[in-house]
């Protein structure tokens, strides 16, 4: 049974940071792209960051370009994700998921391609 499981949210004041993890068991942690995903209250699921099996290749939504790193540690089947410069438009439940494949797909940004969503750590930003 394949689990997932986000930690590291919390309050920060904007300009802060704060590295979420997240941890996966039941699969083989390397042979899979992974994902970060927010939801705001009232608003649709965003696509946050993807990366590549390898940790090769990485993809960011625009409004976190050049402020988040996506990284993982194959080794410890873990998954991060470093946020600084936060801003109180971050604010949000963070969630990881497990992919389908090794590769990003096309749509990741929509979840397409992914699966084994966790339960999601929240991150609140003041202002």
């Known amino acids: 049974q394949v689990q997932v499981v986000e930690s590291g949210g919390g309050l920060v004041q904007a300009g802060g940071s704060l590295r979420l993890s997240c941890t996966a068991s039941?699969?083989?942690?390397?042979?899979?792209?992974m994902g970060w995903f927010r939801q705001a209250p009232g608003k649709e699921r965003e696509g946050v960051s993807c990366?590549?099996?390898?940790?090769?290749?990485?993809y960011y939504a625009d409004s976190v370009k050049g402020r988040f790193t996506i990284s993982r540690d194959n080794a410890k089947s873990t998954l991060y994700l470093q946020m600084n410069s936060l801003k109180p438009e971050d604010t949000a439940m963070y969630y990881c998921a497990a992919g389908l494949i090794g590769l990003c797909s096309g749509s990741w940004s929509k979840g397409g391609g992914f699966r084994n969503w966790g339960q999601g750590t929240q991150v609140t930003v003041s202002s």
């Open positions: 990366i590549t099996w390898s940790g090769a290749s990485t």
């Open positions: 039941g699969l083989t942690f390397d042979s899979y792209a």
